[in-house]
């Protein structure tokens, strides 16, 4: 089993930045793309941004030139800047990873607990 546990989030003033990570432990072959979704309150989950191993990012247009996602593969860790926050950010932010659990088996997904983020004056 993977376990993917987010930390980061909090109260932050808008304009105001965050640093979320996302940590990967269990019984790890590799882990391939990783990403970051958002759930607002009463709404749907919505994609953020992803990540594949080589470290190529591709962003929601919602968060494109204020968010920046970033991977260490040799720590397992995901991270997610966020810059210029407005109110519309406030969300609790999962982090989605696929996984390998041994040489040659398939990819399963993974998903954290997710972390609260809240932008507000």
């Known amino acids: 089993q993977v376990h993917l546990v987010e930390s980061g989030g909090g109260l932050v003033q808008p304009g105001g930045s965050l640093r979320l990570s996302c940590a990967a432990s269990?019984?790890?072959?590799?882990?391939?793309?990783m990403g970051w979704y958002r759930q607002a309150p009463g709404k749907q989950r919505d994609w953020v941004a992803t990540i594949t191993t080589g470290g190529s990012p591709t962003y929601a247009d919602s968060v494109k030139g204020r968010f920046t996602i970033s991977r260490d593969n040799a720590k397992n860790t995901m991270y997610l800047q966020l810059n210029s926050l407005k109110p519309e950010d406030t969300a609790v932010y999962y982090c989605?990873?696929?996984?390998?659990?041994?040489?040659?088996?398939?990819?399963?997904?993974?998903w954290g607990e997710g972390t609260l983020v809240t932008v507000s004056s």
């Open positions: 989605n990873a696929g996984a390998t659990q041994s040489r040659g088996s398939m990819t399963s997904w993974y």
């Open positions: 269990g019984s790890i072959f590799s882990i391939n793309s």
